[in-house]
């Protein structure tokens, strides 16, 4: 079921853990509020061999008009990325 994405999955956990800086993937494809790390390990559903531990995921409520994403980008903080779930 996975096949189609295993060759982008490869290529996102290679890329990010060459870059060796802060990664952030945002999407809304679940239409779920979820935050992770879905490639630090690397991904047996995709064959990924490649850790990368500096990738970060958030999954955005897609579907839902009163929630969204407030995304800081800061490189003066000791985090790059903060972020939180604003609802109305």
Same mark, same amino acid.
């Given at each position: 079921?996975?096949?189609?994405? #295993?060759?982008?999955? @490869? @290529?996102? *956990?290679?890329?990010?853990?060459?870059?060796? @800086?802060?990664?952030?993937?945002?999407?809304? %494809?679940?239409?779920?509020? @979820?935050?992770?790390?879905?490639? *630090?390990?690397?991904?047996?559903?995709?064959?990924?061999?490649? *850790?990368?531990?500096?990738?970060?995921? #958030?999954?955005?409520?897609? *579907?839902?008009? %009163?929630?969204?994403?407030?995304?800081? #980008?800061?490189?003066?903080?000791?985090?790059?990325?903060?972020?939180?779930?604003?609802?109305?």
């Amino acid at each position: 079921a996975h096949d189609g994405y #295993i060759p982008v999955v @490869r @290529r996102l *956990a290679e890329r990010s853990a060459g870059f060796g @800086r802060p990664v952030l993937l945002v999407c809304g %494809d679940s239409h779920e509020w @979820r935050v992770g790390q879905p490639l *630090a390990r690397g991904s047996t559903v995709h064959k990924v061999r490649t *850790a990368a531990l500096n990738l970060q995921q #958030i999954v955005v409520s897609g *579907a839902t008009t %009163d929630v969204w994403l407030r995304l800081t #980008i800061d490189a003066s903080a000791g985090r790059l990325f903060s972020f939180r779930e604003v609802r109305r």
